[in-house]
């Protein structure tokens, strides 16, 4: 039996071309400094006219800036996939500063997350497997920190029912995100330097194109793919420098 959600979970089947204009999407908001806040499965979309991702629901939606601090309004987000430095009681009452890597981490967590609870019934239908692999990323701020923390130590990163092409995206991105935050919390041995969002952007958007040359994208959605890529670089051409 599969548990079935709301949210269709078939947004990141091949993460590398839709989810691709979604992440170039966001981030050409945020540089005009329209920040999303709460990227989560029932946000990311897909137009199947377009064969692209959409990016909906910008109701939390913040107008950002260099000069913006935190306050309270800035605990908006989807718990089971908020960036884990978020996953903290100071954040939830709005004393950490949102950066563009949150949001980004954000859509780490999603791909992830469809990886490892995304299934077929007998009769080919996609959803939620049963028993929920993941159900503690929705119980609680500790229950969800606890489970991301630990999550290579389990067999779940090995067991993708549906996106096994995916594999090497989710955990090359995986061990970016976690790497990066026990690099922030063990500051106080090593110093933690804090990219700029546009460093972080280029950071996230080099492991997407890295998956092209571990072939997770299939060839029928590799026009998809490289259209957005040239966007992307044409646009920002710091992506593509060393």
């Known amino acids: 039996m599969l548990g079935w959600i709301v949210s269709s979970v078939s947004v990141f089947v091949f993460p590398a071309n839709r989810g691709t204009h979604l992440v170039a999407g966001h981030w050409a908001l945020w540089e005009k400094n ?59 009452e709005g004393l950490v500063p949102r950066r563009y890597r949150h949001d980004a981490e954000s859509f780490a967590w999603c791909l992830i997350y469809i990886c490892i609870c995304a299934g077929k019934d007998e009769g080919g239908r996609i959803g939620t497997i049963n028993p929920h692999p993941l159900l503690s990323w929705f119980e609680t701020i500790a229950g ?41 919390m063990s500051s106080v041995y090593k110093p933690y330097k804090e990219l700029s969002d546009h460093e972080s952007f280029k950071e996230v958007f080099t492991k997407i194109l890295s998956t092209h040359k571990r072939n997770v994208v299939p060839e029928t959605k590799g026009d998809i793919f490289n259209e957005s890529v040239e966007l992307v670089i044409t646009s920002y051409p710091y992506v593509a420098s060393s």
Request: proline fraction near 6%; hydrophobic fraction near 35%; avoid cysteine.
């Open 144 to 184: 969800s920190y606890y489970s991301k923390t630990r999550l290579a130590l389990t067999k779940l990163l090995e067991e993708f029912p549906l996106h096994k092409r995916t594999k090497p995206l989710a955990l090359a991105l995986h061990d970016y995100w976690t790497m990066r935050f026990y690099g922030q």
């Open 34 to 92: 329209i920040e999303h806040g709460d990227i989560s499965l029932g946000n990311l979309m897909y137009d199947p006219a377009t064969k692209r991702g959409v990016l909906s629901d910008f109701d939390l939606a913040r107008e950002g800036g260099p000069n913006r601090r935190p306050n309270a309004k800035d605990n908006t987000g989807t718990l089971p996939f908020l960036a884990l430095d978020l996953l903290d009681e100071k954040a939830f």
